[in-house]
């Protein structure tokens, strides 16, 4: 395969445009980090109490939310499973960002320490260890256990951090940020949510705009440069990601830990329209965006829409 230098690079473009400058694009994040950084521990009043008939998730947000067993559970139920369902995806959330923070170390092992690019990995992994370290602390605070993914995804992800491409690591980044910022994006300014939750969600919102950006633009670099092989094992192992992802959303031990059939919440959840119907709408600006830059082709295609992420 041709070397292409990074000068050449900046002349090159995909179905989005001509591609960045690389250490342009990082410069103008470091800036960002610089002026809109947060420290959690500081930031959040975490000695105030929970106020009563506020909800952890807004309810819409909910797994259960407009299925027969929604209807039939008691107002307080719902708050509980509300509750229990934050606690799983912070748990989520950690469990991601600690693969994230390992795909980023690899990422940036053999290239220049002293660059923009570089440097800002190195930004965005000090985010995220904030990140997680916030993320747990809510769920102790919550007063809901930490709900980890089942066994054989945990020993897979295990195999993805060690194995990864580069295109595939920035792939699996976006499909793991962006659904949730979704999310938080409804969550933050909800009158409805606990006030700590509000301010949990906030600071990731405003971080995370900056890590999609840099992922975004670092996966339509490597999918215009990357060789074929290695384009389509980026199409296959995004989609089984997604396919993982979706399954893993949520842990249905919550449902009983509130007193619910498990198995029948999970058919619920699994029928739902309003559910399918919400994580579509989380994942459709990811989804167009991977469309556009020919990641959802082929095989991968037909695993995302397996994974009820893609209509």
Known sequence: MT?????????????????????????????SSAKHSFDPDTELDWDAPFEDGKWFWPPELVSLYDTPLWRKMSEEQRMDLARHEAASLASLGIWFEIILMQLLVRHIFDK?????????????????????MMFARLIEKGGAPAYPVP???HNMARVLKTVSTTPGSFAATLLGEEILDWMQRLTFPDERIQTLV???????VVEEARHV?????????????????????????????????????????????????????????RASGHRREVMQTGAKRLTDFLDDIGVLRGAGRRLWRSSGLLA
Do not use: K
């Open 3 to 31: 070397t292409v230098s990074e000068p050449d690079l900046r002349l090159l473009r995909d179905a989005l445009g001509p591609l960045r400058d690389r250490e342009q694009v990082a410069a103008r994040l470091l800036e």
């Open 112 to 132: 220049s320490v002293t660059s923009n690019h570089v440097r800002y990995a190195l930004t965005e992994i000090a985010d995220e260890c904030r990140h997680s």
């Open 151 to 153: 066994r054989v995804y």
């Open 198 to 204: 509000r301010g949990v969600t906030r600071i990731h």
């Open 213 to 269: 950006r840099y992922a975004r633009e670092e996966l339509r670099r490597q999918m215009v440069t990357a060789p074929r092989w290695e384009q389509e094992l980026t199409r296959l192992s995004c989609g089984e990601a997604a396919r993982v992802f979706s399954v893993c959303f949520v842990n249905p031990r919550v449902y009983e830990n509130v007193g619910l059939d498990r198995r029948e919440a999970v058919a619920q959840v």
